[in-house]
């Protein structure tokens, strides 16, 4: 997952985030390619219940000399999380959820790889479990934010059952209050039905945004396109 949607239905938003959340949510810009570095709302909890800030994609930790990591931070494996110098501090006390219509992910057992579009089928809202962090620690400066994954059968084929690990709506306080065992209490959620279909190779350029990019594409049309490229790889961040 490098790639993802935040463009909500106000209908679509759980009622149990609180009217301040949905709210806050419904008047969101709508973001159609969120990448690496680039903002996105945010749920999480300072103490005053559930609010929503726009953060920057890519945990930077407090203690980090430098605004940036020398590693991909976009996401982190749940199993790895805890015990990750990266993201210790963030995993024991600072807990977020990323609400999300839909995120991208290649398929890249293709030649050349293609992008889909992963959705709920309820035509819901996604809440991915994910960890914030501050930096630097005693200034803050920026406000950066990581998505944890892992193993996920009900992504469809042909892509890896792998992602973001998802939250029920109603258990998106539980996650942000801190559940006594974190790795167990994610482990056990059940994650909600997905599909999938391709769309444009457009969404490798940071610089597009809009609507369009959710359209449906004809894989073997794109596949043209992808062959008018010098080389045909991926961007750095795909």
Not at 6 to 35: C, H, K, T, W
Request: glycine letters at 6%.
């Amino acid at each position: 997952m490098r790639r993802f949607v935040q463009a909500f239905v106000p209908e679509a938003l759980p009622a149990m985030l609180g009217p301040s959340v949905v709210d806050a949510l419904a008047a969101a810009p709508e973001r159609y390619n969120i990448a690496v570095r680039k903002p996105a709302a945010v749920i999480l909890d300072r103490g005053e219940g559930l609010a929503v800030e726009d953060f920057d994609w890519g945990l930077v930790p407090s203690w980090s000399k430098r605004p940036e990591t020398k590693y991909t931070t976009v996401t982190a494996r749940l199993e790895r999380a805890p015990s990750s110098r990266i993201y210790r501090r963030a995993w024991e006390s600072r807990r977020c959820v990323v609400p999300m219509t839909g995120y991208y992910k290649w398929d890249r057992q293709a030649r050349p790889a293609r992008p889909y579009f992963i959705q709920p089928r309820d035509g819901g809202v996604l809440f991915a479990a994910g960890l914030w962090d501050r930096w630097p620690a005693d200034a803050p400066q920026l406000h950066t934010f990581t998505v944890l994954t892992a193993p996920n059968a009900a992504i469809p084929p042909p892509l890896v059952a792998d992602g973001p690990v998802f939250l029920p709506a109603d258990e998106v306080r539980a996650w942000i209050a801190g559940p006594l065992l974190p790795s167990r209490f994610l482990a056990r959620m059940r994650q909600p039905g997905l599909e999938a279909y391709p769309v444009s190779r457009r969404i490798r350029s940071r610089d597009v945004d809009d609507y369009t990019l959710l359209e449906p594409a004809d894989p073997r049309e794109e596949a043209d396109v992808a062959m008018l490229d010098e080389d045909g790889a991926l961007d750095e961040d795909d």
